[in-house]
């Protein structure tokens, strides 16, 4: 990516890269993002089904547009997979796209996007715009399909990172696992419920608690959100802190000796079964290089004077040396360049080589940008001041001994 295409001062273009160096930084095997060389604005994504759904296993490609004013306002998405939850080559409806930009928060990033996103796909679709509401078999044969050969969009450095996270995520995603007949007639009955409940939400307004109205779906993505929030930075947000990356490591540790206590013998019961659950599931906590802590506080640091900066900024101006040819303000439904929907198998193509972290990954994470001075430096303007000092002063003792002297010999002469 040619860097000087940008104004690096801008603080979209920075967040930006400071994403794209997390993103490779931290891995996930749920998803992998990265955006296109020529535009930084214009990423590719691949998420994997959720678990434990009719989606699990599928690989679902999509692109994200973000706006010249990010991450003041929100990114839009589009998905590229047939899947039977949102519709293909179409901006989607959600809480976290630029359909709601009054839900949207600066301190989310394209990481916190993919994980709702993710979230959102077993949720019901309540007639959002771009929303599917297909039968969960049919989503499953989606799911098979989505496994095949990725989809065919846009140019072909565009193709051509598409196949990459394809190939990656084939690495990652396992297999569609079967879907019994039985249990998903049985799934099937249990949405028309879910639908039923819905309606009865939405025609009494607010849901009176007690009502025995239980949605498995909206707690999954409360906390879904929740785990995806965790390494965010707090931004001063109510109930947040923001200790030390050492600090949380040892916390980590010493969350898993014993499940906290709380609440009445009932409640402490069922935290401690969870508890023993967890530490069954999750993997012990690695080992946390002092090298490494140190650099990744260093990190923080340079990314807190870097939000500061962008606080103090506002909101920025659009077109400030900005590359973003593909950018609007409000969305709009726009015309399909392919026919995906009717046609939810693309063509196969054979992919054999292996995947790499990103096609941009060496010049996207160069760090531009003044260096802060050195202690040195800052001791020697403290020296030459207090030089200048000492020779004002001896400068205006002299003049005062001299008139002093002066005055005492007009004495002596009268």
């Known amino acids: 990516m040619a860097e000087d295409k940008y104004n690096l001062k801008n ?15 931290n891995p996930s095997d749920d998803f992998m993002s990265l955006p296109l060389e020529e535009n930084i604005f214009e990423w590719q994504f691949a998420i994997r089904g959720p678990s434990d759904s009719e989606f699990e296993g599928g690989i679902y490609h999509g692109r994200i547009q973000l706006p010249a004013e990010y991450p003041f306002k929100p990114p839009s998405f589009m998905l590229l997979t047939p899947n039977g939850r949102f519709e293909t080559q179409t901006k989607i409806c959600l809480s976290i796209s630029n359909h709601h930009p009054e839900h ?3 301190s989310w990033s394209v990481r916190t996007a993919l994980v709702a996103l993710i979230a959102f ?16 078999e049919e989503r499953h044969v989606l799911a098979i399909k989505s496994r095949e050969a ?9 193709q051509k990172l598409i196949d990459e996270i394809h190939e990656y995520m084939l690495s990652k995603a396992p297999l569609v696992p079967q879907l019994n007949p039985s249990q998903a007639s049985e799934e099937h009955s249990t949405d028309k419920e879910d639908e039923a409940n819905q309606s009865s939400e939405d025609a009494a307004g607010a849901v009176t608690p007690g009502e025995g109205l239980t949605n498995p779906a909206v707690v999954r993505t409360a906390l879904v959100a929740l785990i995806a929030f965790m390494p965010t930075s707090p931004n001063g ?13 040892v916390l980590a540790i010493k969350s898993r000796e014993a499940a906290p206590r709380f609440g009445t013998p009932e409640r402490q019961k069922l935290i401690d079964e969870i508890h023993e659950n967890m530490l069954s599931k999750a993997p012990l906590v690695p080992q946390l290089n002092p090298s490494q802590a140190s650099e990744e506080h260093s990190t923080d640091k340079e990314d807190e004077a870097n939000q500061s900066s962008e606080d103090a900024a506002g909101a920025v101006t659009p077109g400030e040396g900005l590359t973003n ?12 360049e392919a026919s995906l929907n009717g046609n939810p198998r693309p063509e196969g193509m054979g992919v054999s080589r292996q995947v790499r972290a990103g096609p941009t990954s060496e010049q996207l994470l160069q760090r531009s940008g003044p260096r802060v001075q050195k202690p040195a430096d800052d001791r020697l303007f403290t020296w030459a001041a207090v030089g200048l000092t000492i020779a004002i ?22």
């Open 393 to 414: 002063v001896v400068l205006l003792l002299k003049k005062f001994m001299k008139a002093s002297e002066h005055g005492a010999v007009f004495m002596d002469g009268s």
């Open 325 to 336: 040819p593909a950018v609007g303000d409000r969305i709009v439904e726009e015309p399909h």
């Open 150 to 158: 990725a989809p065919r969009f846009g140019t072909p450095e565009r």
């Open 237 to 249: 947000a109510l109930g947040s802190l923001d200790y030390k990356k050492e600090e949380r490591h």
């Open 121 to 136: 796909m077993p949720t019901s679709p309540n007639g959002a715009l771009g929303s599917l509401d297909y039968k969960k």
């Open 104 to 106: 949207w928060q600066p």
């Open 11 to 25: 603080p979209a273009v920075k967040r930006i890269l400071q994403e794209v160096k997390e993103m490779q930084s």
